[in-house]
């Protein structure tokens, strides 16, 4: 346990996770005296129940509006409490718990505005030459660049809740862009990921999904590429 570390909160989106979101609560705040929000993206499976269950403060959205639209939801929690960090993390078993603890000490240590959990390691060769190819257009170095385990800073979150951050997606390059155009201060740390034990992934249900995104990225990137300067590779 990271005894030493910040308050923070941790922030999952959550759609039809009822099988693996009680154990990643559990899980985490076995691990860290944080505070748990789950954002409910209009579950059919009992997933709030699951989740408040396991200790999490639930936020039920009133219908499915998307896991970038739960993250931001979560991220208006954080800044309302008073809150001045704050990890995204998925709630389907692919992240690991474990990995809080050194994500939100790497923030810390390096004073960055995000740091992402990068596992290079689960993409296979199309998946590689995807990422080469938007950080080539993006101009943002970090290495896994759709890893959705990322933290934030308090200055971090009030520029993803600007309007014009609305329209970007749970895990998007786009993101990356807007925080480093807007002088952010981003980070990598060396984290594990498991594989996903239930269900599918619903972000990218099938290649032409995965086609479509790419698509939109490299033009996302194409028309607000700016060279970074704050970014900062490694691990601490």
């Not at 997933?47 to 939801?73: D, I």
């Not at 698509?215 to 060279?227: G, P, T, W």
């Amino acid at each position: 346990m990271h005894t030493h570390l910040p308050s923070f909160f941790v922030v999952i989106p959550a759609r039809d996770e009822a099988a693996t979101v009680g154990d990643m609560v559990r899980q985490i705040r076995s691990l860290h005296p944080c505070r748990v929000i789950v954002v409910d993206d209009a579950s059919t499976d009992g997933t709030p129940e699951v989740a408040a269950l396991a200790g999490a403060e639930v936020l039920r959205l009133p219908r499915r509006m998307g896991a970038w639209c739960a993250v931001r939801a979560g991220f208006e929690i954080v800044l309302r409490e008073g809150g001045d960090l704050a990890v995204s993390f998925d709630a389907d078993g692919q992240h690991l718990p474990s990995t809080i603890g050194p994500l939100v000490a790497c923030l810390g240590q390096r004073r960055l505005d995000v740091a992402v959990g990068s596992c290079p390691s689960r993409a296979g060769l199309w998946k590689r030459f995807a990422w080469m190819v938007l950080r080539t257009l993006s101009g943002c170095p970090i290495r896994d660049i759709t890893s959705g385990l990322r933290a934030y800073n308090a200055r971090a979150m009030r520029v993803l809740l600007e309007p014009d951050a609305a329209d970007l997606e749970y895990q998007d390059v786009g993101v990356l862009i807007k925080l480093l155009n807007r002088g952010m201060r981003t980070g990598e740390e060396p984290s594990s990921m498991a594989i996903r034990l239930h269900g599918r992934s619903r972000t990218f249900p099938n290649l032409a999904s995965i086609a479509a995104h790419f698509v939109k990225s490299c033009l996302h990137c194409l028309a607000r590429r700016r060279r970074p300067h704050g970014a900062d590779r490694g691990g601490c």
